[in-house]
């Protein structure tokens, strides 16, 4: 929207299923604020696990949980060569709902991410800026991050894919709660066209 010139660089806020969200524009990214954040309970992995083709020998120690600034997404905390071995199954991400299954391993601050949003018919994402968000409201939740103040991470995402992608995300945490969750990033056009509508000059 900023290329085609409809939006200008500054202060918007986008209205959307989770409420209205701030965005701040600028010429090298576009940062988005989250909603206000959820996290569910611990939850038996064995379902997640089958619908992106992973066991439990996968899970690299924190429990799944749903979480949310808005839609939600289920992560799935794996070791780092489990990633290239996923194996979606489109079916069963549709069954769990929401908005589908992230699965990650961190190293230091960068999280290396695999996005299969089934809930939303996507087979597999290359960068996800709502499962950025939602993956500090899980990494706090469950004492990966600090329980209170600022923290960052970065997002890397769509390398399986052939469509590397790298979104920088901050929240604040107040006693393991997040209290604002915000990602950064930028587009970049891999194609474009033109439609001729018959008929006309």
């Known amino acids: 929207m ?3 010139g409809r939006i200008d660089d ?3 806020v986008q209205e ?3 409420g209205l969200l701030p965005l701040s524009v600028a010429a090298d990214a576009i940062t988005l604020t989250g909603g206000v954040a959820s996290l569910s309970e611990p939850l038996e992995a064995d379902q ?3 619908a992106v083709g992973l066991e439990a020998a996968d899970l690299a120690g924190s429990a799944v949980r749903w979480a949310g600034c808005g839609l939600e ?3 799935l905390h ?3 060569s489990s990633l290239t071995r996923c194996a979606p199954d489109l079916a069963q991400l549709a069954r769990l709902g929401n ?3 992230s699965v990650f391993a961190p190293d230091g601050d960068r999280m290396h991410v695999r996005v299969f949003a089934g809930g939303v018919g996507v ?3 290359p960068a996800t800026g709502s499962a950025a968000l939602r993956l500090g409201v899980f990494l706090a939740g469950s004492g990966l991050l600090p329980a209170d103040g600022a923290a960052s991470y970065v997002v890397e995402q769509g390398i399986e894919m052939g469509r590397p992608s790298r979104l920088e995300c901050a929240i604040a945490v107040e006693g393991g709660n997040v209290t604002s969750a915000k990602v950064s990033g930028a587009v970049v056009p891999i194609a474009e066209g033109r439609i001729t509508v018959p008929g006309g000059d």
């Open 2 to 4: 900023r290329r085609l």
């Open 10 to 12: 500054g202060d918007l």
């Open 16 to 18: 959307c299923g989770a």
């Open 48 to 50: 997640f696990l089958s």
């Open 73 to 75: 997404f289920a992560f």
């Open 78 to 80: 794996v070791h780092e």
């Open 99 to 101: 908005g589908g299954v």
């Open 123 to 125: 087979p597999e994402d």
